[in-house]
């Protein structure tokens, strides 16, 4: 599926699972998340609010129009601030503004990604003033120094150790989008550079919150159980002295269209190879998302999937294998993925992976598998993402990346419209052999000195 899921209440849940067993008769989808109210204060910032009295919970999500895509001279800086912001401010301490929401029995967490990052907060509905005045804190006195700096900073290249250079897969990835991406920022990882992150100023940062961090660059959702009229009141106190951008800088970079296989090989001193291939695919909202979702699940949906079965099972020449198409602002990324057994040769997986995007392209899919592969997408989408946290999380998304909030009445309807031409025909289109990204992550030869042949 989409690496950004669609995201649904509880109260479609019910419809749209039995619309997912093929239950489509009455095309009429009660979907709350149209009621959803978007305000725009005069400095730009632009407020959802959804009151949903189900449960006495509200989820608070501040949404950053700011991600590694967005990173110019330093890398890294947008996950940077993610951390950064939960160290204190003028009026909060360190670490204070977390402690305030767990003491009234509530959590918050963060996140970045290439295109956005999100400041997310579930708390009690009586608890909602004290997250609109500890945002809105944050935003005008966030403590950037470079004691601040220096603290997150380790934290952020500690991850990046953790997470990318010391996991086989991570590099496997790094490598794959600095490869596959010529022109486009989402060639470098959203972590960062080592060296950037390492070497990042606090010039560089203040520049970066002042450029970016901005009303009219961020997107606020509040659904649940609250007084909508109250919170937008309370939000225009807090925020309304913002002052907004005049203008935020934007890259306006094209792609250039990819001529032939590019190859890398990554040396790391692991047991099972790692296989990374990708295609260029279309960018978040294009018409095709939905075929080139279906087609993903038909290839790697459970252990019944054609890659899954020919790989893992019949050949036994991978421990596991799947496919994914994930969609930026900006662009979109067909990946096709497997880790190899230690007795297997890689160059045969990649072989008989491909082998199965070719049958995708020459042979119509059947019947079957093209009903089962739309009923796991629809009842992925729905079963997941049914609390007040993932509304928030569908209509920001949606107001953030595409500038509107998507039906799931059409959501639904896109998915089931798809046929075995549409999945041919998007094989066809993206999936070329000429437009393929492939990295091989394995051990170093033994006549490889050491510190020599890594990548």
């Given amino acids: ?60 999500q501040m949404w950053v129009r700011v991600g590694s895509s967005d990173e110019t001279r330093v890398t890294g ?45 579930e708390i009690p509905a009586e608890a909602l003033p004290l997250v609109i005045a500890l945002e809105a804190e944050r935003l005008a006195n966030l403590d950037i120094s470079e004691q601040t700096l220096a603290s997150e ?59 970016f961090y901005v009303p ?41 269209r990819q001529s032939g296989i590019r190859r890398a090989r990554v040396h790391f001193d692991l047991n099972a190879p790692v296989l990374a291939t990708a295609w260029h695919a279309p960018p978040a909202g294009h018409p095709d998302a939905e075929a080139l979702d279906v087609a993903s699940e038909i290839l790697s949906g459970g252990r019944s999937s054609r890659v899954y079965r020919r790989l893992v099972y019949e050949e036994q020449s991978a421990l596991s294998a799947y496919s994914v198409y994930s969609e930026f602002a900006g662009a979109g990324l067909f990946g096709a993925y497997a880790s190899v057994r230690p007795d297997a040769s890689i160059d045969r997986v990649e072989a ?43 209509v920001g998304y949606d107001v953030t990346i595409l500038g509107e909030i998507r039906s799931l009445e059409d959501r639904l309807a896109a998915i089931q419209a798809v046929d075995a031409d549409d999945v041919q025909r998007v094989a066809r289109t993206y999936l070329l052999d000429a437009g393929r990204n492939v990295v091989h992550v394995v051990s170093p030869p033994a006549s490889t000195e050491p510190g020599q042949g890594d990548s």
């Fill in 216 to 256: 009219n660059n961020i997107v606020i959702a509040i659904v649940g159980d609250f007084d909508a009229d109250a919170a937008l009141e309370q939000v225009r106190e807090s925020f309304g002295g913002l002052a907004r951008a005049p203008e935020i800088p934007r890259h306006s970079t094209e792609e250039p």
């Fill in 352 to 394: 008989l992976f491909m082998e199965e995007i070719a049958r995708l392209r020459d042979e119509p899919v059947t019947a079957e598998e093209l009903e089962k592969a739309k009923r796991q997408i629809e009842v992925s989408m729905i079963h997941q993402l049914t609390t007040n946290a993932a509304i928030a999380g569908r």
């Fill in 153 to 211: 900073r380790e934290v952020v290249l500690e991850e990046r150790r953790m997470r990318t250079e010391d996991q086989p897969g991570g590099r496997a990835r790094e490598a794959l989008y600095a490869l596959t991406f010529q022109a486009l920022p989402y060639r470098w990882p959203v972590i960062g550079w080592r060296s950037d992150i390492a070497n990042a100023t606090i010039e560089d940062c203040r520049e970066f919150f002042s450029t």
């Fill in 77 to 121: 800086l947008a996950h940077l601030f993610e951390h950064m912001m939960f160290r204190g401010s003028k009026n909060i301490p360190p670490e204070g503004h977390g402690q305030l929401i767990q003491s009234r029995g509530g959590r918050t967490n963060a996140y970045t990604t290439s295109d956005m990052t999100v400041y997310t907060t």
């Fill in 1 to 60: 599926m989409r690496a950004h899921s669609r995201i649904v209440s509880s109260t479609i849940a019910i419809v749209a699972v039995s619309c997912a067993a093929g239950a489509f008769a009455n095309p009429a989808v009660d979907d709350s998340a149209l009621r959803t109210r978007q305000t725009q204060l005069e400095n730009g910032l632009t407020v959802l609010t959804l009151e949903d009295h189900t449960t006495p919970v509200v989820a608070f």
